[in-house]
């Protein structure tokens, strides 16, 4: 039981666990190859920081990448960067490979590739490697309220 997974259920989220085996540096081709899905479909969740050295999650599309540019402007700051490993794991209490939205160590503002809400489901980290969850985008939408922003590239 990870904490994305009794997160989800407090917040009455159904959801269909999907199980693959997790390769290193496989992202989400493995996955979507795995599971037999549209990798469009799999999305990943990036924990970023701003140059205030403020974290936030972005959730994009796995065949999408991330204008960290585009979403710099977007969101009026100088500049937003990847966190290193140790901080995404210090800010989300999850391993880069597991990074799930739900359930995080801390609450991080999160912003939504815009596009993802054109999906009636998806699949999501669940907090571990190798563990997805398919849930419907309105209950991410409902239990996250992610910020909507284009930044895809």
């Given at each position: 039981m990870t904490p994305a997974l009794r997160f989800l259920r407090q917040a009455g989220v159904k959801f269909t666990i999907r199980g693959y085996a997790w390769?290193?540096?496989?992202?989400?081709?493995v996955a979507a190859r795995e599971l037999g899905v549209d990798e469009h479909r799999v999305i990943k969740t990036l924990v970023l920081e701003t140059d205030a050295r403020e974290p936030l999650l972005?959730?994009?599309h796995g065949d999408r990448e991330v204008s960290l540019k585009e979403l710099a402007?977007?969101?009026?700051?100088?500049?937003?960067t990847p966190c290193s490993p140790a901080?995404?794991?210090?800010?989300?209490?999850?391993?880069?490979?597991?990074?799930s939205p739900?359930?995080?160590?801390?609450?991080l503002p999160a912003c939504m590739e815009t596009t993802i809400g054109d999906l009636d489901c998806i699949l999501?980290?669940?907090?571990r490697r190798g563990l997805l969850l398919e849930i419907?985008?309105?209950?991410?939408?409902?239990v996250l309220a992610p910020r909507p922003v284009s930044v895809a590239r």
């Open positions: 390769e290193e540096h496989g992202g989400t081709a972005m959730l994009m402007r977007t969101l009026d700051v100088r500049r937003v901080d995404a794991n210090r800010h989300t209490g999850c391993l880069v490979g597991g990074i739900f359930g995080t160590r801390k609450r999501i980290n669940g907090g419907a985008v309105a209950d991410l939408v409902r």
